[in-house]
């Protein structure tokens, strides 16, 4: 798809076409935006189920007309019991397997927040409505894409021997094929009992208990206690004021401030053109100055020595820009925080309420342990966590771990309001900053900035290289200019999966509706 698709009275897109209907069919029985995003990011835990769930984290940005963006942190815990004398005898926390699933999953006491905001917009859906579409996919079945069976078949090997994962997520034993139906019980039963005992169960009622049971029978050292004492919480967006507009983005621990960063500094030396070397050159030599500063300061904030806003002004963000060099690549690699597997959704009601919202497990399909008879697949986000002590990411019981996660909103300076995000671990801020400098600096259609050719430096997805991967309708001429500046280029697949799932809504001042989705994914826009 190249163009934008436009509307008036509300709008949602998602990297599956199902939940951006499930969106559009509540913001059509007057439902407002946090609204439609729940029944969005339920029926997406059900939809594309290798890429988030119940059982991860979430992340909000949520703005309404004529007020400061509110942002809302659904970032599970470290358990009592993960402490490092757990990991005695190993070098890092693993990736799979019960020892992985070490942290409480926030998204859905996530929801339970955004919900409380949307009260004060008068919200009056009930809860049994914006799960009913989940819940009839969960129980009646839905088609596997191709991603899912794809990286079911591809990580199988991790993930065969791990609780509960053949029951819930193989048919007859063997990987699904794209196009099979995948019914899901456990999780319609899980769904359930949320639509009737409201979402506070899944942490502190029936649901609770039968969860923190079947983590402590896996292995995991999550237990119900855990859950009984973690709460999701509002905190204040990370902002930076730059010409083209006021941009948001959440606070550590997740990275936003590197996608800050990158924006920021790329505005300072913006190229003429939105497609040849300076402009992808300076937005990768942009991305690896942020990346630094990310790695520096980041980790759980209750444990950070530095403040993240100290590194978004002028005088801060001016000395980052003297080291870059506008004609050579800067050595790269550096430590890089790893793979990932998320989903991104936005939607904006006829109100002009905007929510920018991101869901993940981590990697595909989390740590690999299910709780079956719940249909509860548990991420493997503390895998983020150190085990050598003294780092503000180093594994303590309560910290919380360091997040790739960092949905954006922009406010724009003719008015207009952004939404926009994408998955992909390394690859989100890069994303974010090449569809927002195509269309926000450079005026590029949205759709369009989406679906061009994209890049990313570094790893995701599996990928052990660290090199700058570059999409293969990029010009020859410019990926040989772009070697010959010193990037290690590595060409792949033409709309490759690599480069994540993005999106983005844009709310003009007149009340027009401008979305896109990624031709990358499975997704759509759907307006009304």
């Known amino acids: 798809m190249l163009q934008s698709l436009m509307a008036y009275r509300g709008?949602?897109?998602?990297?599956?076409?199902?939940?951006?209907?499930?969106?559009?069919?509540?913001?059509?029985?007057?439902?407002?935006?946090?609204?439609?995003?729940?029944?969005?990011?339920?029926?997406?835990?059900?939809?594309?189920?290798?890429?988030?769930?119940?059982?991860?984290?979430?992340?909000?940005?949520?703005?309404?007309?004529?007020?400061?963006?509110?942002?809302?942190?659904?970032?599970?815990?470290?358990?009592?019991?993960?402490?490092?004398?757990?990991?005695?005898?190993?070098?890092?926390?693993?990736?799979?397997?019960?020892?992985?699933?070490?942290?409480?999953?926030?998204?859905?006491?996530?929801?339970?927040?955004?919900?409380?905001?949307?009260?004060?917009?008068?919200?009056?859906?009930?809860?049994?409505?914006?799960?009913?579409?989940?819940?009839?996919?969960?129980?009646?079945?839905?088609?596997?894409?191709?991603?899912?069976?794809?990286?079911?078949?591809?990580?199988?090997?991790?993930?065969?021997?791990?609780?509960?994962?053949?029951?819930?997520?193989?048919?007859?034993?063997?990987?699904?094929?794209?196009?099979?139906?995948?019914?899901?019980?456990?999780?319609?039963?899980?769904?359930?009992?949320?639509?009737?005992?409201?979402?506070?169960?899944?942490?502190?009622?029936?649901?609770?208990?039968?969860?923190?049971?079947?983590?402590?029978?896996?292995?995991?050292?999550?237990?119900?206690?855990d859950l009984a004492g973690y709460r999701a919480r509002r905190v204040a967006p990370l902002t930076v004021e730059l010409a083209a507009g006021r941009l948001h983005n959440l606070p550590p621990p997740t990275q936003g401030l590197a996608s800050l960063a990158i924006l920021a500094l790329y505005e300072r030396m913006a190229a003429e053109a939105p497609e040849g070397f300076d402009f992808l050159h300076r937005l990768v030599e942009a991305t690896k100055r942020a990346f630094l500063i990310r790695d520096r300061v980041v980790g759980d904030p209750e444990a950070m020595t530095e403040d993240p806003a100290a590194c978004l002004t002028d005088a801060a963000l001016d000395a980052e820009l003297a080291a870059i060099d506008r004609r050579r690549a800067a050595p790269w690699p550096q430590p890089l925080p790893g793979e990932g597997d998320t989903i991104w959704m936005g939607a904006i009601d006829g109100e002009g309420r905007a929510v920018s919202f991101i869901q993940s497990l981590y990697w595909e399909f989390g740590s690999g342990v299910t709780l079956a008879d719940l249909g509860l697949v548990w991420q493997n986000r503390g895998a983020a966590f150190q085990l050598q002590p003294g780092s503000p990411r180093s594994l303590v019981p309560g910290r919380r771990p360091f997040h790739t996660l960092n949905p954006a909103l922009a406010r724009l300076s003719d008015g207009s309001t952004l939404v926009y995000g994408c998955m992909g671990g390394e690859g989100q801020p890069q994303t974010q900053a090449a569809v927002f400098a195509r269309h926000a600096l450079h005026g590029i259609g949205l759709q369009r900035a989406v679906s061009r050719p994209r890049w990313l430096l570094g790893r995701t997805w599996g990928a052990e290289s660290v090199t700058l991967k570059l999409e293969s309708r990029f010009d020859p001429a410019l990926i040989e200019a772009l070697a010959a500046a010193g990037h290690a280029v590595e060409p792949v697949g033409a709309y490759d999966e690599v480069m994540g799932h993005a999106g983005a809504i844009r709310l003009y001042p007149d009340g027009r509706l401008e979305g896109a989705a990624d031709p990358r994914s499975d997704g759509s826009v759907a307006g009304f």
């Not at 913001?27 to 729940?38: D, S, T, W």
């Not at 009930?126 to 819940?135: D, K, S, V």
């Open 11 to 225: 709008m949602a897109t998602a990297p599956h076409h199902l939940a951006a209907q499930a969106g559009l069919s509540v913001l059509r029985e007057g439902g407002n935006a946090v609204e439609a995003m729940v029944a969005m990011a339920s029926t997406i835990a059900v939809v594309y189920p290798h890429m988030n769930g119940l059982g991860g984290d979430g992340f909000w940005l949520i703005a309404a007309p004529g007020k400061a963006p509110v942002a809302i942190e659904a970032c599970g815990t470290a358990a009592a019991a993960a402490t490092p004398a757990l990991y005695e005898g190993h070098a890092a926390v693993p990736t799979r397997g019960p020892l992985a699933a070490n942290t409480v999953a926030g998204a859905v006491d996530g929801w339970r927040v955004a919900l409380e905001v949307s009260k004060g917009w008068g919200g009056r859906l009930p809860l049994g409505r914006l799960l009913e579409e989940a819940l009839w996919h969960a129980r009646e079945g839905v088609a596997v894409t191709e991603s899912q069976a794809r990286l079911t078949l591809g990580k199988l090997d991790e993930l065969l021997g791990l609780p509960g994962f053949a029951e819930t997520f193989l048919l007859d034993g063997r990987p699904p094929a794209p196009g099979e139906r995948l019914r899901q019980p456990g999780l319609a039963a899980t769904l359930e009992r949320l639509a009737e005992a409201g979402l506070d169960d899944f942490y502190r009622g029936e649901l609770a208990a039968a969860i923190g049971a079947g983590l402590q029978a896996a292995g995991s050292p999550v237990a119900a206690a």
